[in-house]
């Protein structure tokens, strides 16, 4: 799809237009105020401690290199960099939050059109802190490598430490012939069990996949009645590796504690294998994983807002350790990284979740958030909308009667643990259009759904969020989402019924005024429940993400200001791409921005657009906004009508004597805003009055160009 264009950075420089000056605008990465959140956050966890819930917090902040560079940081998931950027911020974070913890290679999702799964690195210690693995390698003293002729020994003593003899066989790496791989059948049933793998000469290579060898045996060739759990030995002269056989959680720890005993005269090894799922709580897990363009952290269980915080503050320091940030300097602009910063809730354990003994308060969120629309598209990227990763519920594939029966039906549901009511009722309502239950505003494909191995975990994870270029915007934001969550626990502050939004939620809803407006009246909402969060907080995050285009005034309290606006860019027919699959594609050449006068401006002033008067109005508050083509893409909505600018904005006085305008500006891309032209650099006008621009659709704020 076309590149979305990220928020615009300072321009220094100030244009003098006769008497008008435009101001120069502020950096989007100027420190911002900051409240002090420890009284609102602490009141925050006393409701929640005296209403008797735990509610966790997860999140999934992404980053870059400080130059990223190739298609792994931009459009593909992984590449040839960001294993090692990921193993270095894994490493990062081991010695400055948990010493001694165990980092696992694993196996991640399996996409359609990726030959292999994507590789996702887990970095485990106890529930407390203290770690799962007491590795003798953490003293800091330099070890040697495992020598070749050590290997089956180790093995040895690893079978001999657990009861049980292995049987180890010798396989060929075609993709590494230097390197040495040895297999050794090992479970665990009731106590550990290992087998011997007869196999022929001929069949002794692993396959041709890049990877892991454990994930590459020929186990086509594996003994009939013997489980498939292999542990498997890598050797080369930079270092070695074990892959460990699918198991528990207590013989995983187990098998790690023989492999720590053994291997101490040795470098600790890489580990590799598949984590499992640790229902119990007795782990903390850290997850680093290859996205599209992007590193994603996978941040362990946060008990509270505070622990949330900490861990923010502790990857960005970590990231500027190893060369990884949250944002990408693009020119002169700043953008976020490009990824997600998904916020997820959920309860320290299936029984003590909060939210399956009370879908009545769920249904207060979801209305909450479906009545303002600052939740879904303040905070997000460039994409919104139906088309984008994380639609609202009314905008998905859901039926506005099918989202009022549902939310109707959960709230007379008797008490009780109502998970699988809750799931069956909104899964198939919190979905895009295709019916994709992961692209959604707010997500339930994690809650409770036994068709998917991880869709039991009680979670409702908030999508409408993007990685921002400071960690304090994130972890304020996610103040805000917890602040909420409290406010409706209350059911006098819950909407009864949803919004009927209609087209306003594409055209007036998603103007920066109107975007800011109704954020405030979420904060004062808060603010008389006495969890006050300043509205300051937010608003350089606000000019972030809907930079300036042209500030002007007269000097006699008329002001004009352009802010960039959102714009549901549309999407387009699945488009074959190279590997056999489709792709989604939208249509990003579209853009638009809001012109924000204030009384003054409008009695005195108009403005024209390409020579045509905009609807500005002398008596009115209405907000207005201007849909342009920017630019000529492929594959496009309406091909046929060409980019759109440059743009020409004159201003005129109100009064129709005065010959010529009084300033004019030029709108070429958005990284420039509206600069100053001379008379004789502008376009010739019409000599006769042109034809004033309407506004799309019936009582509409948005003026197309296309039109």
Same mark, same amino acid.
């Given at each position: 799809m076309g590149a979305a264009e990220g928020a615009l950075a300072a321009r220094g420089q100030q244009h003098i237009c006769g008497s008008a000056v435009v101001h120069p605008l502020p950096s989007p990465l100027a420190a911002n105020p900051q409240q002090d959140l420890g009284s609102t956050a602490a009141e925050v966890e006393r409701r929640l401690m005296q209403a008797g819930i735990a509610l966790t917090f997860g999140g999934e902040p992404t980053y870059v290199p400080e130059q990223p560079e190739g298609a792994e940081w931009s459009v593909a998931a992984d590449g040839p960099t960001k294993l090692t950027y990921a193993k270095a911020l894994a490493r990062e974070l081991e010695q400055r939050v948990w010493p001694g913890s165990t980092l &696992?290679?694993?196996?991640?999702?399996?996409?359609? =059109?990726?030959v292999n799964p994507r590789w996702a690195l887990r970095l485990i210690t106890g529930a407390d802190g203290s770690p799962v693995v007491a590795w003798p390698q953490a003293d800091g003293q330099p070890r040697p490598v495992l020598p070749c002729e050590g290997a089956e020994a180790l093995l040895a003593a690893i079978g001999a430490a657990l009861g049980c003899a292995l049987q180890p066989l010798e396989l060929r790496d075609p993709l590494q012939l230097e390197q040495r791989v040895w297999a050794a059948p090992l479970c665990f049933e009731e106590q550990w069990q290992a087998a011997a793998w007869p196999l022929a000469e001929e069949h002794r290579v692993l396959l041709g996949a890049p990877g892991p060898a454990g994930l590459r045996l020929p186990l086509q060739h594996f003994p009939e009645g013997v489980l498939r759990q292999v542990l498997t030995l890598e050797l080369n002269a930079s270092g070695w590796t074990l892959f460990l056989p699918p198991l528990a959680r207590q013989p995983l720890? %187990? &098998?790690?504690?023989?492999?720590?005993?053994?291997?101490?005269?040795?470098?600790?090894?890489?580990? #590799?294998?598949? /984590?499992?799922?640790?229902? !119990?709580?007795?782990?903390?897990?850290?997850?680093?994983?290859?996205?599209?363009?992007?590193?994603?952290?996978?941040?362990?269980?946060?008990?509270?807002?505070?622990?949330?915080?900490?861990?923010?503050?502790?990857l960005e320091l970590a990231g500027q350790a190893v060369g990884l940030r949250s944002w990408k300097q693009n020119g002169a602009q700043v953008d976020g990284s490009g990824g997600g910063n998904h916020l997820l809730w959920g309860g320290p354990s299936l029984a003590s979740n909060p939210f399956f003994h009370r879908p009545a308060w769920l249904v207060g969120i979801l209305r909450y958030w479906q009545h303002h629309p600052c939740l879904a598209y303040?905070? #997000? =990227?460039?994409?919104?909308?139906?088309?984008s990763q994380a639609p609202r519920p009314d905008e998905g594939s859901a039926a506005w009667l099918d989202l009022e029966l549902a939310h109707q039906v959960l709230e007379q549901l008797p008490p009780g643990d109502q998970r699988v009511a809750i799931s069956e009722t909104l899964r198939h309502l919190h979905a895009d259009k295709s019916g994709n239950t992961h692209r959604s505003e707010i997500s339930l494909d994690k809650f409770w759904n036994p068709a998917w191995t991880a869709g039991c975990q009680g979670l409702i994870e908030f999508r409408a969020l993007e990685t921002m270029p400071h960690q304090q915007w994130s972890t304020s934001v996610a103040l805000l989402w917890r602040a909420l969550a409290v406010h409706l626990l209350n059911p006098g502050c819950r909407p009864q019924a949803l919004r009927p939004w209609g087209n306003s939620l594409h055209d007036r809803a998603m103007l920066p005024s109107q975007l800011w407006a109704d954020l !405030?009246?979420?904060?004062?909402?808060?603010?008389?429940?006495?969890?006050?969060? !300043?509205?300051?907080?937010?608003?350089?995050?606000?000019?972030?993400?809907?930079?300036?285009? /042209?500030?002007?005034?007269?000097?006699?309290?008329? !002001?004009?200001?352009?802010?960039?606006?959102?714009?549901?860019?549309?999407?387009?027919?699945?488009?074959? +791409?190279?590997? =056999? #699959?489709? #792709?989604?594609?939208v249509d990003s050449s579209l853009r638009r921005f809001e012109l924000i006068a204030n009384p003054a401006f409008r009695r005195h002033y108009r403005l024209d657009l390409q020579g045509r008067p905009l609807p500005l109005g002398s008596g009115t508050d209405q907000p207005l906004a201007v849909r342009y083509r920017l630019e000529q893409l492929y594959p496009c909505l309406h091909p046929c009508i060409p980019a759109q600018v440059p743009l020409l904005l004159d201003l005129q006085p109100s009064e129709e004597h005065r010959d010529g305008p009084l300033a004019c500006w030029q709108l070429d891309h958005e990284s420039t805003?509206?600069?100053?032209?001379?008379?004789?650099?502008? %376009? +010739?006008?019409?000599?006769?009055?042109? &034809?004033?621009?309407?506004?799309?659709?019936?009582?509409?704020?948005t003026v197309d160009l296309r039109l």
């Open positions: &696992l290679y694993c196996p991640g999702k399996r996409y359609d =059109g990726e720890e %187990r &098998l790690l504690q023989v492999i720590a005993s053994a291997s101490a005269p040795w470098c600790q090894p890489e580990l #590799s294998g598949v /984590l499992p799922l640790d229902i !119990e709580g007795a782990w903390q897990v850290l997850g680093l994983t290859a996205d599209p363009g992007v590193l994603e952290v996978n941040l362990p269980v946060c008990s509270t807002w505070a622990d949330y915080a900490d861990w923010m503050e502790a303040l905070f #997000s =990227g460039n994409s919104v909308g139906p088309a !405030e009246t979420v904060l004062a909402e808060l603010a008389a429940d006495d969890l006050p969060l !300043e509205a300051e907080l937010f608003r350089p995050i606000w000019h972030w993400r809907f930079p300036s285009l /042209l500030q002007w005034q007269d000097g006699k309290g008329a !002001e004009l200001e352009i802010r960039r606006a959102l714009e549901p860019w549309p999407l387009l027919c699945d488009t074959p +791409v190279e590997g =056999g #699959s489709t #792709s989604r594609f805003g509206f600069v100053p032209v001379t008379e004789a650099a502008a %376009r +010739v006008r019409p000599k006769e009055q042109a &034809l004033p621009w309407r506004a799309a659709g019936e009582h509409g704020c």
